[in-house]
Each structure stands twice: as structure tokens, then as C-alpha cells.
């Protein structure tokens, strides 16, 4: 019987078998995974394997060829993103307008989508590079992806302990005539967002103020929401309560402009990423703004 084998890098280390044997088979049902390991179709290092087997860098696993479906040709991606850093840990990218980060329902493309295809021959198994958070879909700027499992663990975890700070603009209805610290429950969950007023404008009779955010938590759609709680939803944005059309249809202004990181961070990534606003944002401001 002909096997494939497929070896073992340092992002495998330590994980089960069969967590890693359902990347290689992943369009087989659990069921069959652990049939192939009962009838000896699927080795480490030539010998028999359970389904707890934890993995060792360097292992080789030999799955049985009939298993294994055939590989899909590999296209790149990444010219669809502007790079703003990447390393072995972490890529940070421009998020554009319009592209959700995690797969829609009927939708024709998303960032998480682009970049398994734009991923090149790993050395890791189970490891797949993924967006390590959400930005919404008509949100722009930097987004964090995943280059290794270990940048992914460090980037997680200081985004729970809140020591990765992130800084949008973003335009508001009405008039922002302070700096302003909001703490509200979003989602049932706490939320808190500084508003710092930049300047003012008026459009379509509307007065609104381009805001600086800066994001002490990161709830789900929370300078959104926010903005609305407070009377100054983003214009525009007809979910949170604003009529207010703008120039070729666009949902709202939001940008994701800067990510702080600790300096000594171990995923070697400079201490501020920061992405420019997008042409259509800044012809906008530059326009009607004053």
C-alpha cells in the first residue's frame, strides 16, 4: 500500500494526532479519521499510532494515499493586500474596504479566505497563517494575521490582557465638542472608547466631527455602537441609526489607523503599525471638512 507522509514542523509540536490528521483529511468525517487509525492507515514514524499520540517536531506521519485528497493548485493572494510588516510571526495588512475578515454567507470573497490561498507550502501540518481578530466589513486599516503558532499565542494573549492599543478615525454625526471617555455595556459586556474631537464639517445640512478612537476593549461593532449610544453614530451608517447617504454608496467612514504593541514584544514586530487613511476617506475630509 502506498503512503504519503507528511513531516512534522515546530507548530505541531505537542498536538494530538488526530487534531493534526484532521487538517491532512479534512473533508473526512471524524469517524473515518479514527477508522484509519484502528486499521494502521495512518503511522508515526513507521510504527502504530493512537489518536493522543502528541506529536514531536520532526516526526514523520504516513497516511495512506487513497486517504489523501488531491492538492489544489496554489495561487497567491497577497497583491490583493497592501503589507504594512511581516515577519515569521505576524503579518499586519491594510484591510480594504468592502472585504469581510471571516467568510458571509453568499459572499464572493473574505480576507481569511485570501489568505489560506495566498499561504505558501508550510512546514507545519496543522498550522494555517489566519486574521488573529475581526475588523467589520466596510472597516478599513490594520489587521493582524497569524505567521506562526507561537506569534498567534503572544497576540492572542495581548489582546485579552489589553496591551495592544488601537487607534481608528473615524467621521460621527453632530458635534463632538470634547475629548470624551464612553463606558457602556455592549453586548452585555463592558466597553471602552475615548473620542477625541479633530475637527468639524457639515454635509448634506448634516454638522458631523472627525473623530479620533482610541479602543480600551474590543467588543463586536463597539466604536459603532458607541458612537450611537452617545448621539453620534457614524455617518452614514444606517444600522446604528444615521440616514445620512454617502458619496458612492458607502456605509460609513471607519479606520483602523494604528496597532501599539509593547516594544520587547517576542513576535518581533515594530512598536506602532500604522495604515493611511484610504483616498476616498481623506478626499472626503479634505472636501467638506474645515
Not at 34 to 50: F, H, T
Request: net charge positive.
Amino acid at each position: 500500500m502506498d503512503f504519503t507522509e507528511f513531516r512534522a514542523g515546530s507548530n505541531d509540536e505537542g498536538r494530538r494526532l488526530d487534531r493534526i490528521i484532521k487538517h491532512i483529511l479534512k473533508d473526512n468525517p471524524q469517524a473515518n479519521v479514527y477508522a484509519a487509525l484502528r486499521k494502521k492507515l495512518i503511522k508515526v514514524n513507521g510504527g502504530k499510532a493512537s489518536a493522543d499520540t502528541r506529536i514531536v517536531n520532526g516526526d514523520i506521519i504516513s497516511v495512506a494515499a487513497f486517504l489523501v485528497p488531491q492538492s489544489s493548485p496554489h495561487h497567491t493572494q497577497e497583491a490583493a493586500f497592501k503589507t504594512l510588516f511581516k515577519n515569521e510571526n505576524l503579518w499586519l495588512i491594510d484591510k480594504p474596504y468592502g472585504i469581510p475578515v471571516q467568510p458571509e454567507k453568499g459572499g464572493l470573497q473574505d480576507i481569511a479566505t485570501l489568505i489560506a490561498a495566498s499561504a505558501p507550502p508550510s512546514s507545519s501540518i496543522a498550522f494555517r497563517p489566519a486574521p488573529l481578530h475581526r475588523l467589520d466589513k466596510y472597516t478599513t486599516g490594520v489587521l493582524a494575521i497569524s505567521q506562526s503558532l507561537s506569534g498567534a499565542m503572544w497576540f492572542s494573549k495581548a489582546l485579552q490582557e489589553h496591551s495592544i492599543g488601537k487607534t481608528y478615525f473615524g467621521i460621527a454625526e453632530g458635534t463632538i465638542s470634547q475629548e470624551e471617555l464612553w463606558k457602556d455595556e455592549v453586548a452585555g459586556k463592558h466597553a471602552e472608547t475615548y473620542a477625541v474631537p479633530l475637527s468639524t464639517g457639515h454635509y448634506h445640512g448634516r454638522t458631523y466631527t472627525y473623530t479620533r478612537f482610541s479602543i480600551a476593549t474590543g467588543r463586536k461593532h463597539q466604536i459603532r455602537e458607541q458612537t450611537a449610544m452617545h448621539g453620534h453614530p457614524l455617518l452614514g451608517d444606517r444600522s446604528y441609526g444615521s440616514d445620512c447617504p454617502l458619496p458612492n454608496s458607502r456605509a460609513y467612514f471607519l479606520h483602523a489607523a494604528a496597532l501599539a504593541v509593547p516594544a520587547d514584544n517576542p513576535a518581533g514586530i515594530p512598536p506602532l503599525i500604522q495604515a493611511p487613511l484610504p483616498e476616498e476617506f481623506a478626499a472626503f475630509i479634505s472636501s467638506s471638512l474645515h
